[in-house]
């Protein structure tokens, strides 16, 4: 049976962390996957697109979400978090106006995101199965289905509201 | 132990923070008053004498919100909004955010193609939310 650590340390997930603001303490945790993080790496430095819906930046959504989700804040269900499927062991998608992530919570509050995307890329490919049965492939190498996954499927199963 | 730190500088990180801010309080607003029996979104888009799915667009972030259009929606959810700007206070013991980025987060690309490296530095943030508040 797995701990974070041991994935941690292992090489599969890696912390995320943002810029707290001054009196922020992070009260939640958040990880990523290796290509989830290249993923990132990829939107702080690439420009832009030319056309979006949110007026904040793909960059300015994501790191907003993640800063909102670390220290803990009020999330609104299905507007910024939802699952995908409710089922036992869900996959999760957090959302900005133009940015998906898909992962799971591995303990209630903490995160793991392994695919990010455009909304309208998901929307038009309609990319959900996809990502859906590829996450539950990811935890079933892991080893992970049992030990490090929440099984519930209401908003108050996988964040402190 | 190696960590990601995902960052974007001190300017737009303050500016996807106050519109994820200001975006998030009307959702939370906007949840609280669908608990009330007799609002729905078609109710505020009459009120408002608009279509529905621009109202949903405002509150999905898909719709960009004005002034205008934020006082226009606080009025409908029978809300009133506070602002204020002030200067940050240090204080013993807080966070400090870094000035300028340590990672390489390239340049900042703006919507009307002006390509500015963010300069700006740091200042904490107003630790106050943007509050919707229900008038008296």
Known sequence: ??????????????????????????????????????????????????????????????????????????LVHTRQFRAIRAEKNAVWELKTPDIRIFGWFLKKDCFVGVFGNWADQVKDHDLYRGYRIAIRRLRRELGVDDSLCVQGVTPGDVVSL | ??????????????????????????????????????????????????????????????????????????????????????????????????????IKHGQIRFVKGEIKRNSVPAAPENRQPLQVKKSA
């Open chain 1, 1 to 74: 049976m797995s701990t974070i650590e041991e994935l941690v340390a292992a090489g599969a997930i890696l912390p995320i962390e943002v810029e707290m603001s001054a009196g922020g303490q992070p009260m939640r945790l958040l990880y990523g996957t290796p290509g989830f993080i290249c993923w990132l790496d990829e939107i702080v430095n690439s420009a832009a697109p030319k056309s979006r819906l949110g007026e904040a930046t793909p960059a300015e959504q994501i790191d907003d979400l993640f800063h909102a989700f670390l220290v803990g804040r009020s």
């Open chain 2, 1 to 102: 132990m190696t960590s990601f730190h995902f960052d974007i500088g001190s300017r737009a990180r303050q500016a996807g923070r106050f519109i994820g801010r200001v975006r998030g309080e009307f959702l939370r607003a906007l949840s609280e008053k669908k608990a009330e029996a007799g609002f729905s979104q078609q109710a505020m888009a009459q009120k408002l004498d608009v279509h529905r799915s621009l109202i949903n667009r405002q509150f999905s972030g898909e719709a960009p919100l004005t002034l205008r259009s934020l006082a226009d929606l606080a009025w409908a959810m029978d809300m009133e909004i506070s602002f204020e700007l002030k200067k940050p206070i240090a204080r013993a013991g807080q966070n400090q955010p870094a000035a300028t980025t340590t």
